[in-house]
């Protein structure tokens, strides 16, 4: 089933496909599966300086309420068409829970800047622009998780794309 065609079973299997793919509530291989993708190739970064990988007014609140650590993750997802999906997952974590509170409402506010994904470049790929059109993010404690997906081979619809970036935000941190 291509990416195109895998919406209406994701739909249909929506929890299903998230919940009982993952381990202690994030996903593992089984909830790719669930969707029709495999992860291909991936690789994660872990810095301190929330402000230089930051743009816009996410930086500008970064630069006032430093975060305590920075990761993030890259990664491609397949199908079996030959598809292609990139997905860039960033766990920002602060020191207080109403600073990452504050951090993800002007996060999930569309145009406001961003946490710079990586490069492309470190899977051997072009650089792909995440649009923040396809988009998810979660809290957990004082950690704020965020997800975006891009389709890079293939016709991923955007409600796929969504369905993708439900499923990332459960990534485990590296």
Not at 139 to 150: F, H, P, R, S
């Amino acid at each position: 089933m291509g990416v195109g065609g895998v919406v209406a079973a994701a739909a249909l299997a929506g929890a299903v496909a998230v919940g009982a793919g993952t381990v202690g509530g994030q996903p593992d291989d089984e909830a790719w599966r669930g969707l029709g993708l495999a992860v291909v190739d991936r690789t994660t970064r872990d810095d301190r300086d929330c402000v230089a990988n930051s743009f816009g007014q996410v930086r500008d609140l970064l630069a006032a309420a430093p975060c305590r650590s920075l990761s993030r993750m890259l990664f491609t997802l397949a199908d079996d068409k030959g598809s292609l999906v990139a997905v860039s997952v960033a766990w920002v974590e602060f020191e207080q829970r109403d600073v990452a509170t504050e951090f993800k409402r002007v996060e999930d506010i569309h145009g406001t800047g961003d946490i710079t994904p990586l490069s492309a470049r470190l899977l051997l790929m072009s650089d792909i622009t995440f649009t923040a059109h396809h988009y998810d993010s979660t809290m957990l404690d004082t950690t704020v998780v965020v997800a975006e997906a891009e389709n890079v081979k293939g016709a991923a619809t955007p409600e796929f794309l969504e369905k993708v970036t439900e499923v990332a935000v459960l990534t485990p941190r590296p």
